[in-house]
T-cell receptor, first 115, second 113 residues
């Protein structure tokens, strides 16, 4: 069945360091990979996404890479700040018209950035 | 524009009871998806409704059901509640087309005692 594995489950870094979160998906038909950030007590919010025809995408301090052959994608946060502390979820879906509303999520990574 | 709104925010129910949760999507969004969030299982997909029809379904028992109205508002119903149903229930709305961003509501925290 469809499954997304996410590692690590917890990650602690010093302010200014980089953080990397990795995900592996099982459904070879997946072609849309969003990342969500959920702060304590708040709703998940999209921070970046990537489609299968792109290998890398950057947005300021955040980047995502995708290796379709290995069914693997990663989130990279550079120059981390205390406000980056949150739980991060990767997800995968078939971005076709009638499947886009079904996101399969990883288990989440709790990132802690220490000042 | 207004975001996704879920009501109520908190619910306490007794085992065996049933419960109905509501989700009002962003105006113009036709797709509403429901997720169960628990500390041990993360975010799990329940089902998706698009234009009043269930378009996708996750691996949850038949006690979990939903519907969508003509104004795209959606309700989720859980019958014969079990202790294990205690969770944060999140809905997400999107345009429902290709690669569309899902916007989440703040969730309904259900506690079954």
């Amino acid at each position: 069945g469809e499954n997304v594995e996410q590692h690590p489950s917890t990650l602690s870094v010093q302010e200014g360091d980089s953080a990397v979160i990795k995900c592996t998906y099982s459904d070879s038909a997946s072609n849309y990979f969003p990342w969500y950030k959920q702060e304590l007590g708040k709703r998940p919010q999209l921070i970046i996404d990537i489609r299968s025809n792109v290998g890398e995408k950057k947005d300021q301090r955040i980047a995502v890479t995708l290796n379709k052959t290995a069914k693997h994608f990663s989130l990279h946060i550079t120059e981390t700040q205390p406000e980056d502390s949150a739980v991060y979820f990767c997800a995968a879906s078939r971005g076709i018209y009638n499947q886009g509303g079904k996101l399969i999520f990883g288990q989440g990574t709790e990132l802690s950035v220490k000042p | 524009k207004a975001g996704v709104t879920q009501t109520p925010r908190y619910l306490i129910k007794t085992r065996g009871q049933q419960v109905t949760l509501s989700c009002s999507p962003i105006s113009g969004h036709r797709s509403v998806s429901w997720y169960q969030q628990t500390p041990g299982q993360g975010l799990q997909f329940l089902f998706e409704y698009f234009s009043e029809t269930q378009r996708n379904k996750g691996n949850f028992p038949g006690r979990f059901s939903g519907r969508q109205f003509s104004n795209s508002r959606s309700e989720m119903n859980v019958s014969t509640l079990e202790l294990g149903d205690s969770a944060l229930y999140l809905c997400a709305s999107s345009l429902g087309g290709f690669y569309t961003e899902a916007f989440f509501g703040q969730g309904t925290r259900l506690t079954v005692v």
